[in-house]
């Protein structure tokens, strides 16, 4: 494809998308686009695949209502002022009030300016609930201050949005199961056929499962590593939390793509509707600030709020514009989650011993899917912007994070994590060797093996420190238009991953997940 000024126009625009991504085009003759992701002469997105069926995912589906909808402002309908002491059942009772309202009259609890003192945990646990508060700055004049006080119950969360653990996404809709009876279905695919499509209907939510068997983890090399625990069968099933957009004869088609293989050679497959059991939607917080406080040695002290806002068995939820400070494991965390949106937030200043289950400061937990962080900001984390989970977890895009002296890497952390993608990542004052990984972790932690499969690196800048990006097994991450040290060197011996255009300005699109969601809006 001509790559001057007059050939990208005439491919559809691409310049102009360019530039509405909100990055300045390099000079036309420096543009250069990946072998594996580009714009066809009509100006849509075309992906290769290598010879084991091995491509790029579509992660435009990532975030609030998959994207189909910005995050709504919703409107007031409560307004409360702190009061003296303890604000836990203060803040609860308000939220309580709202959450008893008919669906369609809920709205935003409005907390005024000032600092609330919270020694409980505060619950955000109805559809259509939100906590705003004033602001997210140091200054209780102007902006909503939530104080997390004391240790008790040890290592509460501050926050939590949606309902209970529910034990991921089991609640099987009796009469549904059926197989799936593709031979293949490729990594991005969205169609499979199925056994039985009796009992499946278009908008169904389902659930679909490979299961982890003797077989699939003799495809992984048993996780890729020599010591400690080995992967079990059964411990690591591949989950995806989709819904049915068509059912034609035996063939179904899903919302979101897949972001793993499903093999036959390895497992058989299977989808069910699932009954969505406590499942909260449409909730979010807004606008405010949790400080946990802390007495001790900020490299020591743990007598304090584990983490400060936790997104736990909800969808189609948000956190925007916030702040967390001094928490021990995540300033944001979400576990049973999916469809949802934390933009413009920082999580700064962890307080806690530096070492393993700590300082993840954007933490995706098991069972999260097509989660977008955007334009996100960690300060002095151990894992800045990471998947803490293991095999549910996919779909996950931290578009435009900032990682300042990072103190480890950003990375999907354990047991393979898939679709993982870092666009636009940047490294600020790194202090440790790597800063980004897609790869193998070997023995490390609870023998973590694979930490990440078919996910991307794409646009990041890792400053003076290292990415490494290696192959797994059955799958590929890939490095695309990086800069630092771009490598397959990791802690433990592996192929390297696709590795391309290392330090090469003018990478085009600037942005792998807003040129997809572009092209999926076409």
Request: with cysteine.
């Amino acid at each position: 494809m001509d790559l001057t000024r007059r050939g990208l126009l005439a491919a559809g625009g691409a310049l102009a998308f360019t530039a509405a991504a909100g990055a300045a085009p390099a000079r036309a003759g420096t543009l250069w686009q990946s072998d594996l992701v580009r714009y066809d002469r009509r100006g849509r997105l075309v992906y290769t695949a290598d010879a084991e069926g091995n491509r790029v995912p579509d992660f435009s589906h990532a975030g609030y209502r998959g994207g189909e909808r910005p995050i709504p402002h919703v409107r007031v309908v409560k307004v409360i002022r702190p009061v003296e002491g303890d604000n836990t059942a203060h803040v609860q009772a308000a939220l309580d009030e709202v959450a008893a309202l008919p669906r369609q009259r809920r709205g935003a609890l409005l907390l005024s300016p000032g600092l609330y003192p919270v020694a409980g945990t505060l619950y955000v646990r109805a559809d259509g609930l939100v906590l705003r508060g004033a602001g997210d700055g140091a200054d209780p004049a102007a902006n909503t201050i939530i104080k997390a006080t004391g240790n008790t119950p040890k290592d509460r969360n501050v926050i939590v949005v949606g309902g209970v653990s529910g034990g991921g996404w089991r609640g099987e809709v009796p009469g549904t199961r059926t197989d799936i009876m593709s031979d293949f279905v490729q990594v991005g695919a969205r169609q499979f056929q199925v056994a039985d499509p009796g009992a499946l209907r278009a908008g169904h939510n389902v659930v679909i499962t490979h299961p982890c068997t003797e077989e699939w983890l003799k495809a992984i090399d048993h996780g890729g590593h020599d010591v400690g625990p080995p992967w079990k069968v059964g411990e690591h099933p591949l989950s995806f939390n989709r819904y049915i957009t068509d059912v034609s004869g035996n063939v179904v088609t899903v919302d979101v793509p897949l972001y793993n293989h499903l093999n036959r050679a390895h497992s058989t497959s299977f989808l069910y509707t699932w009954d969505r059991a406590g499942l909260v939607t449409e909730v979010g917080v807004e606008r405010l600030r949790v400080d946990i406080e802390y007495t001790g040695d900020p490299e020591q002290d743990e007598n304090h709020a584990y983490n400060a806002i936790y997104l736990l068995r909800c969808e189609d939820a948000w956190v925007r514009d916030c702040t967390a400070l001094h928490f021990t494991q995540a300033g944001f965390a979400t576990q049973e989650t999916t469809r949802a949106t934390i933009q413009n937030c920082r999580a700064v200043d962890p307080v806690s011993i530096v070492t393993g289950s700590r300082r993840y400061n954007f933490n995706t937990y098991t069972y999260s899917q097509q989660i977008l962080f955007k334009d996100c900001y960690a300060y002095k984390a151990r894992h800045a912007f990471v998947s803490n989970g293991h095999s549910t977890v996919s779909g996950i895009v931290f578009l435009r994070g900032v990682a300042e002296h990072a103190l480890n890497s950003s990375e999907g952390h354990r047991r393979w994590s898939q679709g993982l993608l870092f666009d636009g990542h940047r490294d600020l004052d790194p202090h440790y060797d790597y800063t980004l990984g897609l790869y193998n972790r070997g023995r490390y932690g609870t023998s973590h093996g694979w930490s990440a499969a078919h996910s991307v690196a794409w646009n990041c800048d890792v400053s003076t420190s290292k990415l490494i990006v290696q192959k797994p097994p059955t799958a590929q991450n890939y490095a695309i238009g990086c800069r630092g040290t771009i490598t397959g060197d990791g802690p433990f011996a592996q192929p390297a991953g696709h590795i391309e255009g290392a330090n090469r300005p003018g990478l085009l699109p600037p942005s792998l997940y807003q040129a997809q969601f572009f092209d999926r809006h076409r």
